[in-house]
């Protein structure tokens, strides 16, 4: 059976020297496109991650909005509340219903920007790729 820390008993695919597990590899020994393709998975890696994120939120901001629906029972054909209704409910409501909107309009500028950013960095990556010799 073959312990934990025995040698890897293949040869390594890329140069980068020093303990694997680390979270700070030396960078200096890598090629530029290998820095790119480092770079370009990063932000692949953070944008999936932040992708799964407001994924949970969608289902708590969809669960509110049937919440919402819910609540459309209590006006009549012209929105209008009924007479007894407590206006501080209403408009309560209004701004919780506001604050979640704005806070997902936030959160897909967000995603848009990461979105351009991996973009870039794969551009820039298949260019480094596209001019260097084969390897």
């Known amino acids: 059976m073959e312990s934990h820390f025995d040698p890897p008993k293949r040869r390594r695919i890329a140069p980068v020297q020093g303990d694997p597990v680390t979270t700070h590899p ?54 209008q509340p009924p007479a007894n209704a407590p206006l501080e409910d209403i408009i309560e409501e209004r701004r919780q219903l506001e604050y979640q909107v704005k806070w997902f309009e936030a959160m897909l500028l967000e995603m848009q920007t990461r979105l351009l950013r991996v973009r870039e960095i794969e551009a820039l990556a298949l260019d480094v790729l596209a001019r260097s010799p084969g390897e």
Do not use: M, W
């Open 26 to 79: 030396d960078l200096d020994r890598l090629t530029p496109h290998q820095r790119a393709l480092r770079e370009a998975l990063l932000r692949e890696f953070k944008s999936r991650r932040a992708k799964k994120f407001v994924e949970r939120q969608i289902q708590y901001i969809n669960a509110n909005r049937q919440v919402a629906e819910g609540i459309k029972i209590l006006f009549d054909e012209h929105g």
